[in-house]
């Protein structure tokens, strides 16, 4: 059997509303030790990134470029959740020819956002981080967690820590505004048009299955990977999701 080789093409990872790089952390770990070159990124005003967040998705996609710009990223794979999947996929539409590959990870396009949320966000963001933990996870506490699983109360204290990281406004609050104004996500498939890996939730009450048809249907050289959990993949199903980003890489894309 040959052995298994992974190139030093690196897989890109950005994180959702709120959240930063240590989202990824177990499937960073996980695709690390197989021998993948694993870059997740912390945006603007979210982890160890200093400034404001920035208002938009197109702006975020080109932030994500020239931090890759100025590591001497020509090329890379990548992937995101939440809000993060609308920053990989206006990224790699802005640049296809630099992206070997794109994996959403609990996405939608548009990714409307209710009212009542983005008001409360900006108003009361505590109560509007304990909405999105609830809503985030398919159930608070299985009876059989998988391994790796991450209760919600450890991402609402990772939603606090990020709300605390810019005392001038609300995180979250331009996060979700960010994603509900974003208009560019037809135009930005199919100006991106290639290999695609879509990982969803079953049981996603935050960007439901349904609200993802459309854009499937726009990638039309993509796959789909379902797994039994809600919105919060990396958290409920983190081995799963980083077998299906393994998967998808050395398969679907020959990188092996």
Same mark, same amino acid.
């Given at each position: 059997?040959?052995?298994?080789?992974?190139?030093?093409?690196?897989?890109?990872?950005?994180?959702?509303?709120?959240?930063?790089?240590?989202?990824?952390?177990?499937?960073?770990?996980?695709?690390?030790?197989?021998?993948?070159?694993?870059?997740?990124?912390?945006?603007?005003?979210?982890?160890?990134?200093?400034?404001?967040?920035?208002?938009?998705?197109?702006?975020?996609?080109?932030?994500?470029?020239?931090?890759?710009?100025?590591?001497?990223?020509?090329?890379?794979?990548?992937?995101?959740h939440s809000m993060g999947s609308?920053?990989?996929?206006?990224?790699?539409?802005?640049?296809?020819?630099?992206?070997?590959?794109?994996?959403?990870?609990?996405?939608?396009?548009?990714?409307?956002?209710?009212?009542?949320?983005?008001?409360?966000?900006?108003?009361?963001?505590?109560?509007?981080?304990?909405?999105?933990?609830?809503?985030?996870?398919?159930?608070?506490?299985?009876?059989?967690?998988?391994?790796?699983?991450?209760?919600?109360? +450890?991402? %609402?204290?990772?939603?606090?820590?990020?709300?605390?990281?810019?005392?001038?406004? +609300?995180?979250?609050?331009?996060?979700?505004?960010?994603?509900?104004?974003?208009?560019?996500?037809?135009?930005?498939?199919?100006?991106?048009?290639?290999?695609?890996?879509?990982?969803?939730?079953?049981?996603? %009450?935050?960007?439901?299955?349904?609200?993802?048809?459309?854009? %499937?249907?726009?990638?039309?050289? +993509? %796959?789909?990977?379902?797994?039994?959990?809600?919105?919060?993949?990396?958290?409920?199903?983190?081995?799963?999701?980083?077998?299906?980003?393994?998967?998808?890489?050395?398969?679907?894309?020959?990188?092996?």
């Amino acid at each position: 059997m040959t052995a298994f080789h992974p190139p030093s093409l690196p897989l890109v990872l950005i994180h959702g509303a709120g959240g930063d790089a240590s989202v990824w952390a177990v499937q960073t770990a996980w695709l690390t030790q197989r021998g993948w070159t694993v870059l997740a990124l912390d945006l603007p005003a979210h982890g160890a990134t200093p400034a404001p967040p920035l208002p938009s998705i197109e702006r975020m996609a080109e932030w994500v470029w020239a931090q890759l710009d100025a590591r001497g990223i020509a090329a890379a794979v990548l992937g995101g959740h939440s809000m993060g999947s609308l920053v990989a996929l206006q990224a790699a539409a802005r640049r296809p020819a630099q992206v070997r590959g794109l994996a959403l990870l609990a996405t939608a396009v548009p990714m409307r956002v209710s009212k009542k949320l983005l008001q409360l966000a900006q108003d009361d963001p505590e109560q509007a981080i304990d909405n999105v933990v609830r809503w985030s996870y398919a159930q608070p506490e299985p009876d059989t967690p998988l391994p790796g699983w991450q209760p919600p109360q +450890s991402y %609402r204290q990772l939603l606090l820590r990020q709300q605390a990281n810019w005392a001038d406004g +609300s995180v979250l609050a331009s996060d979700l505004a960010a994603c509900d104004r974003y208009a560019g996500g037809d135009a930005a498939a199919r100006a991106w048009g290639g290999p695609t890996l879509f990982v969803l939730g079953e049981f996603d %009450r935050m960007t439901p299955l349904a609200q993802t048809a459309a854009l %499937r249907q726009a990638l039309p050289h +993509s %796959r789909t990977v379902l797994l039994d959990c809600g919105h919060n993949l990396m958290a409920e199903a983190p081995h799963a999701v980083a077998h299906a980003l393994a998967d998808w890489m050395e398969r679907d894309l020959a990188l092996a």
